[in-house]
């Protein structure tokens, strides 16, 4: 019995002990919360009373928010009322600037791709070009927000930048002039018997867009259509239920994407829905370093279901989560809360998605003329092709005159001139970064385009070709 007292008055002790101890570090962790904040009360104050000039409380408060949030990740931020409803109209589809979407890297604005059409895009700004001034004052120093409030304003006015591009290249400037945005986030065209798809970004019309433009190409094409290019080079993301709803798109069935948070139970699966909207046909998906967070789910789930075949260079690496969380009557925090994670549980946070097959950009030239080189019917006394099926074909010698052939003639129509090779300009400092167009230039030749279609058309007459067996 004494042994049994013995035994619940240990066990008391340990209980004690614990719940003790569990007070004690609740108790410490407050206090060094409680000290923490006052060091912070000391410092707000201290610099309201002595800095060089005035600042008002709200200017303080709003920069140790951002701060706070800044020193996070390079996409968490506060946004004021101002920069809030910016944000709105932007996923909107339409807004004024220069086109142009940015992040801060090592203290400078990096630029992650500029939008089609738009000032910057114009100007020839590329992927990881940093912007190193605006109008003459260094951006170190500046938050990403105040940096791009300074590229912000009313349409029609010039701002003349400073950009660093490469790790050898000289800054150079460039001016543009701020105009409104309209951002058409889906284009299409048909090359021969493809269909191209163009997303610039993934905001509020990209789905409506995206079946229409399906639509108006199976229209034109009809029973003709041998498949899809999906180009998503320069894409820097935008709404995560877009992307969701473009992957679903063409896909039937599984998983698109998974979000996990810091807590287990917070995670968030998407799934498709029945129903592939080009019925199977072969699809290719055109990546860069440019295509970023959206655009790495679209890529990453096609890639996963073996739907589509990726093409490019290593997309950016954008593999997290951004909530826009409203502060009523203040503005909002945009805050990282997940990672996102592909259909097979893989993460592309700093890695990006690697492409199925490597295309980068290139100049091509036609090598392979018939200057200089002989064939089989520029040889004296070669035998004719008396085939009547090939008489009108390039290269077969005509029958010599008087010559007893019950065949037609042929004549072999006058040398053309070797068409004039395709050519790119000079490469730009990144090699993956398509080079943008200026107004009335011709479009240079696209060579992973090129490949894209090359590949469909492989896979096409492949399928007909096992079909008639």
Known sequence: MRMMKRAVAAAALVFLGAGVATVTAQSSNSSETYRQLNLFGDVFERVRAEYVEKVTDEQLVEAAINGMLTSLDPHSSYLNKKSFQDMQVQTRGEFGGLGIEVTMENGLVKVVS?????PAFRAGLQPGDLIVQLNGEAVMGLTLNEAVEKMRGPVGSDLKITVRRGDVGEPFEVSLTRAVVKVQSVRSRVEGEIGYL????????????????????QQQLGDKLKGFVLDLRNNPGGLLDQAVSVSDTFLDKGEIVSTRGRKSEEGTRFNAKPGDLIKGLPLAVLINGGSASASEIVAGALQDHKRAIIMGTQSFGKGSVQTIIPLPGHGAMRLTTARYYTPSGRSIQQLGVTPDIEVHVAKVEDLDTAAGRRREADLKG????TDPANQNRPGVKPPAPG????????????????????TTPAAPADPDAPVPTTAGAPAPFDFQLARALDLLRGVALFQSRAAAR
């Open 114 to 118: 500029p939008i089609d059409d738009t």
């Open 198 to 217: 163009r997303i610039t970004s993934f905001n509020e019309q990209t789905q409506v867009g995206l079946e229409k433009a399906i639509a108006g190409i």
């Open 382 to 385: 070669s035998l004719r092709n």
């Open 403 to 422: 010559a007893a052939n019950n065949a037609a003639p042929a004549t072999t129509p006058a040398a053309a001139p070797a068409a004039a090779p395709a």
